[in-house]
């Protein structure tokens, strides 16, 4: 029989390849380093880098911003600087929420708005103007707590909100809750006050007139101011009648005919009794002593 033979291959052994280290090559790679510091050639590349921090953050003036939102820019004396806006249904978006609410409100097909600050500090306003067929007046006042807030010139009230006003409009003495007279007990849910016999009473915000009647002192009438607010004023001679709608310069009653009267006050917010000085607080942000102080600085 024939004998096959197959073919026997042994593995070869390579042997490992020595690397030999290009000294030349390494040595050049040393001196090109050395030289790009040398040289400041590493700072410059990463100079030309667009790295995070390094971006070049172009500042635009105030008047450069004023008329970026349409306005028109002015400048006033003594690094003062303003901004102004006709607006119109068609007016663009203005840079800020108080100027645009008050671009909301307009109530004249064109009004004008003013933007008064310093030059350096454009963003934070010392005061606004709008005009339309009136003139009003914003300041933006610090607070007690360093917040701002805007305050009606007019009134000293925040703004936008209610503004309520005291019933009477002189010698009007509120009754604390240490004061002992007869009324005492009544008042855990009104305020009391003492005020000149026959003096009109107004009410504390304009409404409607929702209930008039009797009690124990007298008439009490009641008023819907909106906003969940409502009053009742008790202790009055009235003439008043469901359904008048009052404003602050309304009468909706007189004091009873004596040297010194007093009548009672309830303030409710959200159904809830509120103490006239919290609530009259809530709205009179600042005193009259402050905002005068404030008209001086500005220069007003």
Known sequence: ????????RCKKKYKSKRRNIPVFRFLVLCVAVFLAFRFGLV??????????????????????RCRGFGGTAFELKEGSVQCSWI??????????????????IKKAPVEKLHWVATENNFDKALFVIREDSTTSMYFNMMLDDSSYAWIDASTGCRFPGLCPSLP???????????FDFDGHDRLLAEDAFLGPGEAPVHPVLPGVVIAVGKDSLGTYVEIDHGNNVSSRTSGLASSAAVGDTVDL????????????????????????????????????????????????????
Request: hydrophobic residues 40%; glycine residues 4%.
């Open 168 to 178: 009477l409009d002189w010698s009007n003495i509120h009754i604390s809750e240490n």
């Open 249 to 300: 310069n309304s009468v909706v009653g007189r004091l009873p005919p004596k040297d010194s009267a007093e009548y009672f006050l309830s303030v409710r917010r959200n159904g809830l009794f509120v103490r006239w000085a919290d609530f009259y607080r809530m709205s009179h942000l600042v005193d009259s002593v402050e905002i005068a102080k404030f008209k001086a600085r500005i220069g007003f």
């Open 1 to 8: 029989m024939p004998v096959e033979f197959s073919e026997y």
């Open 43 to 64: 700072d410059k590349l990463i100079n030309m880098l667009p790295l995070p921090g390094s971006e070049t953050v172009e500042v635009l003036s105030w008047d450069d």
């Open 87 to 104: 607006v119109r249904d068609s007016t663009p978006p203005l840079p800020n929420s108080f100027l645009r609410y008050l671009a909301s």
